[in-house]
């Protein structure tokens, strides 16, 4: 048995769940999962969809092309037809901060994440005992302001080198340019330490303190070229109190961190992130 | 323009989604929503559907023959069609607790219920004031162990003879006989004041004073014969520490117990709930 | 039985705590409720205590000039002490949003607040049925450009008269002048319906729709000059997701207005909100 | 400078925190944190207090006698004084789920925890080769029917040889002896995988399906030789929807494990827990 992933977004018009629903029942595809939304304020129409094919000589190739020439093409749609056999290859960004790379490298150990992390690239050394400890390959590339255009070379290689999927910066604390960003577009989560767009930029849970807030938060988006002003995947946030020095809100805001992180990561490699307009359609 | 919403269930097979969109297409409606749920467990599909016709000729009469006859008969379908320009109609019950009266009936006055309060029944006349200051009909019914049988059938007249659609308990403080249960089966909403399955029955809050829990809940739930064990619509918690005292959990409680029924009247009004084997399918 | 609270906050140094309770003690005062707080960044010490004096010949007056002269001037504290028999009266600026006015009058009525209400106030005649409701006096007063000074006259008249306490801004949506502000330092209370200090100003609902957020907030805070900057005392959050609209962000968050407002009521009308350097100490 | 948290309850009565505040001063200390309780249900007082001695000659040692003789006797209290500078020693106790592990390895390796980890000890060997990875002595002691009371011999062995002050037991699966419990009262935590009291003893995720519940949850509780009925530490919830197998039910349930675990052993640790009539008062 094959299942595959479809994911769909179009001008909204009548007939379309119709449309593609016959198209799998033609194909002898079993539908197990179908959402949809209509964007009504941008007349835009999303569907996320999976089916499982039994017939033996299903070739997800084919289907791909058929789905292009009869169906995306007509409407045109655009659309992301993913088999479920093959895992996203992921590559970690890490800088010094160390509780997010313990917490998805548990998490990939334990069998949580359906994915394959590649290896660990950080412009530090101090993580590499980490990556160790997990057997995950470790490229320390350092970053200065010089090197900056090099080391991003140095990233771009080993990306391309290994067939990344996609990318997350677990803390990573550079910038990252849009050379990067335009190879991947889309496809660069970052985790930053506040509940966005409140404190932007550096030093988030300082800014809290000094604002007097009464919950903090944390959020996963897309990398842009927009300082923190992705397209948003999850946040969560925590209760604090006057009490609550920079230390303590530091210490709070890890667990969030790891958190809105660990599930941007498992909803981006379980297909079910769309991105429009710099805003996300997030499937259940 | 009508606007009709469409719930089914029926045994899981292949092409159920086809099919029925495939049905809409040919009436020449335009489908605004459609979610569905395949409980693997039991091998049951559910799906929830907004369609709109803009043909001035349609007839939701006309529609619900043709869906019976060509689909749901075929099928083997259990299903619910609803015309969007017909509002439910909905009875209160309550007792001494005026709290989450005084929560429906502001929201109602505001104008965020789609919905019609026909009238308000109570054991005790304590809440008339209430019911006088929102002009709603109130209906003085004493409950004693004597005359409880009378009392319901008081009830059932009321409700017949105003065409109810569905009643909601606000913390009405009686047991809901099986004779009122059998005639409104699924639509009868209680509030419970505690998260349910903990602490059932009488007085949770001085159980949960007693166990010290560190969260406590409200849940609504659809009545069936057995005690707080109906089908949970929405349950909501609120933290608590050490500190509070039995009527300090009381008081935290009834935020959570006002909005948790609130919840309950939106999603059940707005025919968001299915009900099987106990346990809800609650679409957003 | 006399029962007080008070609230002080000086510069830290050693054995304020002893200090405070022994004078307590010798007043013969049973301490019921004490915590404090230290805010070592500022190094300012904050405490606020709840005794109980059962000597029939306790006066708060005495009390408090003893306070003054024994304990406050020595140790140069800004104190305030309050005799619990005498609750606080409030007065109500609304303008056309009800929700927040249903809310908080339906809690009034149920006894679930320790206050008065004395009157309301709006720009707009809309909301007078309510107060006619609920038998509380209303005063429109009419704001515009031209005559938005003599407006405050009007409405710092009707506040002086009626001897009140503290303000609540139940969705005034009018800016209110430095001219009120100075007569009611730390005691207007707005609702402003985001997550400060995210989306300050007009339209946060729309602002959060625009940016993609999955966590809209409210947030209760002390009126200062700078908009949407005062200390905050409140704060609340919802998930959302990419399928609300702007009308249903809006709906969603009334919710979390009406809860924030009434804790922030409660909070400040129970003397439990301290303010220094426009940050809150929150006693619990 | 020597830091000392000092936990007390005793009987209810006048002058208590005047009286301990006073001795604190004598003894030249500099109180950095107080907070108390009273429950007034049961009419007993309980107090944690943080004080810093600078003199050179302060002896925790001589600060108890003295503690104890002049003060804690003459007012029949309980207590427990503790100097900062010494760090508790914990034993973990797992089985063959992971998560909880990897969750408090990383923390710990982090820095996050103020306490020594000695080593780990399983009834299964699978686990070993994370507590090789994080480089901590793994004891693989398994328990049968027949073994049992061997095994606790073996374990109580380890536990005085290594001066284990408490016991995590995380995810152990394992119900543990009166003989251990006696050894350890309250210092024996365990997580159980739902919100307390709903769903005791085993396949909680199971039964939370079966129930249709809307939110699932954890539990952090001290081991008493009731099953799960011990003091509650810490709670936390999740929404859930109608979609949720119990195999999702699961995965989203590790998430709340691994925090309130995380909470329970940093609040235990770090002496912020007080236990009373099979309840906890946590203090902040």
Redesign the interface.
């Known amino acids: 048995m094959k299942k595959i992933t479809i994911l769909i977004h179009c001008k909204d018009r009548?007939?379309i769940?119709?449309t593609v629903?016959?198209f799998?029942?033609n194909k002898k595809g079993?539908?197990?999962?179908?959402?949809?939304?209509?964007?009504?304020?941008q007349d835009i129409f999303f569907m996320r969809l999976e089916s499982e094919f039994t017939n033996d000589e299903f070739s997800t190739d084919e289907f791909k092309a058929c789905f292009k020439s009869d169906l995306a093409d007509t409407l045109d749609m655009k659309w992301r037809i993913y088999a479920s056999d093959k895992k996203p290859k992921m590559a970690l960004f890490v800088s010094k901060y160390?509780?997010c790379l313990?917490?998805i490298l548990?998490?990939y150990?334990?069998g949580?994440l359906n994915l394959e992390i590649a290896f660990i690239v950080s412009n530090h050394p101090d993580l590499k005992h980490?990556a160790d400890?997990?057997d995950i390959p470790f490229h320390h590339i350092p970053v200065t302001k010089d090197t900056k255009n090099e080391a991003e070379d140095k990233q771009l290689a080993l990306l391309k080198a290994h067939d990344i999927d996609f990318i997350i910066l677990a803390r990573y604390m550079q910038i990252v340019s849009s050379k990067l960003i335009s190879v991947y577009p889309n496809k660069i989560i970052n985790i930053h330490h506040s509940?966005?767009?409140?404190?932007v930029g550096a030093k988030p849970y300082h800014s809290a303190y000094k604002?007097?807030?009464?919950?903090i938060?944390a959020t996963s988006h897309y990398v842009t070229e927009a300082l923190d002003a992705g397209?948003?995947?999850?946040?969560?946030?925590a209760?604090v109190?006057?009490?609550y020095?920079v230390k303590d809100l530091i210490?709070k805001g890890?667990?969030l961190e790891k958190?809105v992180l660990?599930n941007a990561i498992k909803l981006h490699s379980e297909r079910k992130v769309m991105v429009f307009n710099?805003?996300?359609?997030?499937f259940?």
């Open positions: 009548p007939n769940v119709a629903t016959n799998i029942a079993n539908i197990v999962y179908l959402d949809q939304h209509v964007d009504n304020q160390d509780h313990y917490d548990g998490r150990n334990s949580e980490i400890r997990f509940f966005l767009p409140a404190f604002r007097g807030v009464k919950i938060g397209p948003i995947i999850d946040q969560d946030v209760r109190t006057h009490a020095t210490a890890r667990d958190i660990a710099n805003k996300t359609v997030v259940s």
